[in-house]
């Protein structure tokens, strides 16, 4: 099952870090038509299991277990 936590930082943490999200697919349960909207942040995925695939306007990609860093999101990525 697919589950969404939020977590907040604190006032120091804020200037660089905004929010802490996970999606935890614990159960690894194949998840198709979710979105991961567009923030204009910094993004960090941290991937274990089997892993991801992930889809932007300029290619597919599969991220596998790991740490991931990504660029700033300026549109939406499908997962």
Known sequence: MLKYTQFSVNP???RF???VWCL???DNTPVTGMS???N???NIA???GSGAYIQTKASNYY???GIHLSGQ???RVHV
Do not use: E
């Open 24 to 26: 935890s697919n614990d």
């Open 63 to 65: 991220l596998g277990t």
């Open 36 to 38: 991961v909207l567009p």
């Open 46 to 48: 941290i991937v274990h």
């Open 17 to 19: 870090i905004r929010k």
């Open 12 to 14: 120091k943490s804020s």
């Open 73 to 75: 999101m300026t549109a």
């Open 40 to 42: 204009g942040c910094q």
